[in-house]
């Protein structure tokens, strides 16, 4: 509901989440997906070096959904 | 199958010295009854109150809520929980109608606990205010149980240990009344065949649904209860963790009324095979994965309908509405009982996630709907964990309501609060209107 | 008695056809046409005046429209507003839909009005208010008021309302709890209602499966080149919870600055959030927040600058409109600081 709120405001958003259905039900556009409900940004049985890793890239791929035109709600994995 | 349950009305509760019943009067012995409930010292400070209905009382944080029961074969009540192994939903079983145990504690870490006022505008949102209770209140003997995995297990067992060993005292007495079960198979008048879905809100070290023989269901995709031993005590709530509705009661299965409607139902308008907990994951991928073996389950009981709880709001929206599209998809009519989550205001949608297909819903109240209580005379527990410690249902001060507890006692809380506020077993006598 | 003001167009108000739509707002002393109907059945209210204006004036005009509206309402006293009844007819739909719009959202009168369940003025305007359901055309016009009237009688008296479908009207948008008069058990009504459907009988769902309305997307931008705030649902917090962040139900963000760090550390920040766990958060906040990572995309030249503070609230639990609200607040925050997108990270 932020989301959309946001876009209909004008300002460019990328939601990062891991429920897609959820975030695409609620209108969101650019859905970046998540490692999990608990821990969005990386998953925490991984090394600490891979685990960084992971949330740049994860970052690098919201991004990338910011700079991707979609005609409708799309789920970047 | 059959399972009689010999009852005794308890009409009122007193302290005496020696635990008996007579004449619809239920007398404890305070000492000895905490005593045994706290066989394995694993609590402290315990002490024995009793609350009635009507009365100027509040209870909170409560964390498990138990009907005293008693087998006279000598079998635990709870098999697997409080004694060995054995098969429960046979037999003869004696209850304590008409009242509850409550085990209640001082601290509620995360909030996992509910209140129960049982008088006054709050006594409607809970039918524990109509019940006779038995409350026990202590701390954990080693504070560094006051966590979140931890908390609620010992307060639990005890309610349970407590409940077998009140309900003993009629162990030698001819019942009042019975209740006689009988599970027939009823396969050749080829009725409709319909199962009870149970989804289980589970997150692990976190809630804890419930345990089936004292084993947790947590993560557990599917497990088959027979419809009788959900009411014989096979079935327990597990961490006592019961905001509102994401768990539910040892007393709310062992009475479930969506069971004994369906008992009631079997072999006339339809053939009753049995309840399926559902489990439930976090993660997206296994979200999928867990509807498609929950519809699996479904399917190889050949069922024609189904009954399908969800239990709690949130991320579980997103399990439970793909699996009840999906088992839609797989010819199974289904029926949701479910509870909203439609914001203060009323406006939120009700489910984070919804399907078109869940055409077919009962919806039994709003967790979201703030109460305004007075204060009462009397509050066992520990009132001052409203604004001390993470409720779902208080807040330590608000935009709008200000702070949930006040000075003169009195709340301003949301039907998170109340013990099985939501009654998705099929007690609540509420619902959600457009207005 | 209670003051009323009733909103009528050109033709009902007896200026004239479509000949007089372009007809421009006229404030009229007592009740004039249907509203002379609806006076009869009014308890202890009087409508004192009737407001007449064109279709095709509030139309082609709106917003001029409005405001000279606005302005007779601010003058008068008024305890409720009755538009219409509107039938199935467009123009008119979204007339009266505008004027009770206005008298609810600027002066907080509660107003009321009829359309058919056809006319498009339904969907646009019920959350706004109470709309009978009423006839496709003026041949239902006498039952249409008296469903009016009885409904203007129990607003004003201010008896408890039984709901949209008991009441007649459209959904608000407003979902309540109410105890069945019956106490009906759910046991009971999910059972039944599995009998109807298996047998292919009627039933009713107590809960009807809503689709949400879309915001079209915004096209694409190049981070690299803006300035980016990051927000965050997941209740995350410098340790103690300076602000009393609710662990549910936010109805109030907070904003921690981040510009002078490059890692957040264990202990230093924790979630307050009440709907999942937590631990994770307690063990490294970076896995709500990566900002070690944005960090690095600064550096990397892949955004181009990072808003020094983040916004949190707790996701779980907000109502709707808190929500929308909080949004605005934020963005009207952010771009304070010329913030040009933002990364939403929920949980």
């Known amino acids: 509901m932020m989301v959309k709120e946001i876009e209909k405001s004008g300002m460019p958003v990328v939601h990062m989440a891991n429920m897609t259905p959820v975030a695409q039900g609620i209108g969101s556009n650019r859905i970046v997906k998540t490692y999990g409900i608990s821990f969005p940004m990386f998953d925490p049985n991984a090394t600490p070096e891979a685990q960084k890793q992971q949330r740049y890239e994860l970052v690098g791929r919201a991004l990338k959904a910011l700079n991707t035109p979609v005609q409708e709600s799309t789920v970047f994995e | ?435 | 008695m209670k003051p009323v003001i009733a909103y009528v167009n050109q033709f009902f108000g007896q200026i004239g056809g479509e000949d007089k739509a372009d007809y421009a707002p006229e404030l009229r002393t007592g009740a004039a046409g249907p509203a002379q109907a609806l006076q009869a059945q009014l308890k202890d209210a009087e409508i004192t005046h009737t407001i007449i204006c064109g279709d095709n004036f509030m139309a082609s005009h709106t917003e001029q429209a409005l405001e000279q509206i606005a302005g007779f309402l601010k003058e008068l006293d008024c305890a409720l507003l009755a538009a219409g009844p509107a039938f199935n007819a467009g123009r008119y739909g979204f007339s009266c839909g505008e004027v009770c719009k206005l008298a609810w959202e600027r002066f907080h009168i509660p107003a009321l009005t009829s359309m058919n369940e056809g006319n498009p003025g339904v969907e646009l305007y019920r959350k706004s208010a109470y709309i009978l359901k009423g006839h496709d055309t003026a041949a239902g016009m006498r039952k249409d008021v008296a469903a009016m009237a009885a409904l203007a009688n129990k607003l004003l008296a201010g008896e408890p309302l039984l709901g949209a479908d008991a009441e007649g009207y459209f959904g608000r948008g407003i979902r309540k709890e109410v105890i069945l008069k019956d106490h009906r058990s759910a046991a009971d009504r999910a059972v039944d209602m599995l009998l109807h459907k298996l047998r292919g009988e009627p039933f009713q769902t107590e809960f009807l499966v809503e689709q949400e309305d879309r915001v079209p997307p915004l096209p694409p931008v190049d981070p690299s080149k803006l300035r980016i705030a990051f927000v965050t649902t997941s209740g995350l917090v410098p340790a103690g919870n300076p602000d009393h962040l609710p662990s549910g139900g936010s109805t109030f963000w907070a904003r921690y600055e981040i510009g002078n760090r490059e890692t957040l550390e264990k202990g230093e920040f924790i979630s307050v959030h009440g709907g999942y766990n937590t631990g994770y958060a307690a063990e490294n906040p970076m896995v709500l927040l990566p900002l070690d990572a944005l960090k690095q995309h600064v550096r990397d030249g892949h955004i181009g600058s990072l808003h020094p503070y983040y916004y949190v609230l707790t996701g779980n639990q907000t109502a709707k409109g808190d929500a929308v609200r909080m949004a605005r607040e934020i963005v009207a925050k952010v771009r304070e600081d010329a913030v040009q997108a933002i990364i939403l990270g929920s949980t």
Not at chain 2, 4 to 15: A, L, N, P
Not at chain 2, 34 to 45: E, M, P, T
Not at chain 2, 98 to 116: D, E, F, K, T
Not at chain 2, 313 to 326: K, L, P, Q, R, W
Request: aromatic fraction near 8%; charged fraction near 20%; glycine fraction near 10%.
């Open chain 2, 1 to 435: 199958m059959k399972l009689d349950i010999g009852t005794f009305h308890v009409k009122d509760i007193r302290f005496g010295d020696q635990t008996s019943y007579a004449g619809g009067v239920l007398t404890v012995n305070r000492e000895e009854a905490a005593a045994v409930l706290n066989r394995d010292g694993a609590l402290k400070k315990v002490r024995l109150e009793i609350a009635r209905p009507g009365e100027s009382v509040r209870i909170i944080p409560i964390k498990a809520a138990v009907e005293p029961r008693f087998r006279p074969d000598g079998r635990a009540m709870f098999p697997g929980y409080t004694g060995p192994a054995a098969f429960a939903g046979e037999g003869v079983t004696y209850a304590l109608k008409g009242m509850s145990v409550l085990g209640v504690g001082c601290r509620s870490i995360n909030g996992m606990n509910a209140m129960l006022d049982m008088s006054g505008p709050g006594a409607e949102q809970s039918y524990f205010s109509q019940l006779n209770q038995l409350i026990f209140l202590a701390e954990n003997a080693d504070p560094g149980e006051d966590n979140i995995r931890q908390e609620n297990q010992n307060f639990v067992r005890a309610a349970h240990v407590l409940a077998e060993y009140l309900a003993a005292a009629v162990k030698d007495l001819e019942p009042e009344a019975w209740e006689h079960y009988d599970w027939a198979d009823v396969s050749e008048q080829h009725l409709p065949r319909v199962a009870f879905l149970q989804q289980q809100c589970n997150i692990p070290n976190w809630i804890h649904g419930c345990s089936y023989y004292g084993y947790d269901l947590t993560g557990v995709p599917t497990t088959l209860v027979k419809p009788l031993e959900s009411l014989d005590g096979a079935l327990t709530g597990d961490r006592g963790s019961l905001p509102g509705n994401a768990v539910r009661t040892t007393y709310s299965y062992l009475n479930a009324p969506l069971v004994k409607r369906l008992l009631a139902e079997h072999g006339k308008t339809l053939d009753f095979v049995g309840i399926l907990m559902t489990g439930h994951i976090e993660p997206i991928d296994q979200k999928k994965q867990y509807a498609h073996i929950i519809v699996s389950a479904a399917t190889s009981l050949h069922l024609d309908a189904a009954i399908y709880m969800e239990s709690h709001c949130g991320n579980v929206d997103v399990d439970y509405m793909m699996t009840m599209a999906a088992l839609e998809d797989a010819g199974i009519k289904t029926v949701g009982i479910l509870a909203e989550n439609n914001g203060r205001d009323g406006r939120n949608p009700g489910k984070t996630y919804a399907d078109p297909k869940a055409n077919a819903i009962v919806s039994t109240g709003n967790t979201c709907e703030v109460y305004e209580l007075p204060p009462m005379d009397v509050v066992y527990g520990n009132l001052n964990t409203i604004g001390q410690e993470l409720y779902w249902g208080a807040w330590r001060d608000d935009a709008v309501c200000g702070p949930s507890l006040r000075k003169d006692g009195s709340l301003i809380v949301d039907a998170h609060m109340f013990l099985d506020h939501d009654g998705l077993l099929g007690w609540s006598d509420k619902t959600v209107k457009d207005f």
